[in-house]
DNA sequence: AAGCATGGTGAATAATTTATCACCAGATGA
DNA sequence: TCATCTGGTGATAAATTATTCACCATGCTT
């Protein structure tokens, strides 16, 4: 993280839950995990484009905002396994609406933006 | 905007709707909007923070994406509006949603980033 | 003519986010 | 010893988004 130049506005629902949640990854990532996948290399292997470090990244900024939490297993090989806190598991309900309102509008944009017709 | 290096996943539905409302403004314009500020220059007021010319970039992305829709009005001086389309409004909820979300959690963000409680 | 209000745009830059690359460490099996 | 698996980090580059600044145009008012 770095010292943002405009702060975040703690009376702003939507300011909040933009610097929770607000990135590239985050949705997709509280989702597979919500759906089992738990495991780093896992999550690398499940998640279509998504590379190990920016995988720790935002593994490691959901954990300081406190929707994931880790679990370390002595074992070897090293086995590692995050899960959702309480605060994550709140966001389940909102991540599902997203997906599905965005199910429904992509056959929409893709008309938009591309000028044909989706055959989903 | 500019070619994505990385396209669009019509597929998914996160995918879908990070493109046409992941960005800092989004929900925050079509959040007024809704409430009845609809023309440029008192959303720019009403807005903290935002400029001109942000706003008149992501309205006309808002635009193109087919969640808000103008009318211009030859008035003197010009007047415009911008209103909701059916698209834009059938996400209101998510955004009320998201809102509501983000109020709930902004004191445990306060905690965890600050260190301190909140007085909300 | 000058100043103001409206809505709008292009170019360049700053800010921010994401990706790439090269590493480290522990323990195991070949 | 060397390669392999795991999870992880720092430095840097690239991509993307947001902001600033300087403009344009119209038609009013002074």
């Given at each position: 993280m770095y010292q943002r130049k405009i702060p975040i506005d703690y009376e702003c629902g939507l300011s909040v839950a933009m610097e929770v949640?607000?990135?590239?990854w985050k949705f997709c990532l509280l989702d597979e995990i919500s759906k089992g996948i738990k495991r780093p290399r896992d999550l690398v292997n499940a998640i279509?484009?998504?590379?190990k470090r920016v995988l720790q990244k935002q593994l490691s900024e959901l954990e300081l905002h406190g929707l994931l939490s880790k679990t370390i297993y002595p074992e070897v090989p090293l086995r590692v396994e995050y899960f959702l806190t309480p605060s994550g598991e709140s966001l389940l309900p909102l991540i599902s609406a997203v997906d599905q309102w965005g199910m429904g509008f992509a056959s929409q944009l893709k008309v938009i933006l591309e000028g044909k017709d989706s055959e989903i």
């Open positions: 949640v607000g990135s590239k279509n484009g998504i590379t």
